[in-house]
Nanobody
Framework: QVQLVESGGGLVQPGGSLRLSCAAS??????MAWYRQAPGTQRDLVAS???????NYAESVKGRFTISRDVAKNTLYLQMNSLKPEDTAVYYC??????????WGQGTQVTVSS
């Protein structure tokens, strides 16, 4: 049974920072990704990390967000800096396989507002 528990979201001012965490069970965080979905929009890929450690970022967050993982803790992280109002969304962690199967956690809300 795959369980994904996102946390760390909250309300921040533009330019602020947040660190999101994803506690995973039943699946390894070696190859995972962060997604986000704003109201009325599709769920988009934000950042990903491969088994060998290669990271990829959406152009909109490149240079501001950093994905990482603690394999021993089986926890995925997303450090978000220089936040913008357009970053406001519910953030989810997932593997490509589990996402394709339509299984998601509850996500964590990030609101960037002045």
């Amino acid at each position: 049974q795959v369980q994904l528990v996102e946390s760390g979201g909250g309300l921040v001012q533009p330019g602020g920072s947040l660190r999101l965490s994803c506690a995973a069970s039943g699946i390894s965080v070696l190859n995972m990704a962060w997604y986000r979905q704003a109201p009325g929009t599709q769920r988009d890929l934000v950042a990903s990390v491969t088994t060998w450690g290669t990271t990829n970022y959406a152009e909109s967050v490149k240079g501001r967000f950093t994905i990482s993982r603690d394999v021993a803790k089986n926890t995925l992280y997303l450090q978000m800096n220089s936040l913008k109002p357009e970053d406001t969304a519910v953030y989810y962690c997932n593997s490509a396989r589990t996402a394709k199967l339509g299984s998601w956690g509850q996500g964590t809300q990030v609101t960037v507002s002045s």
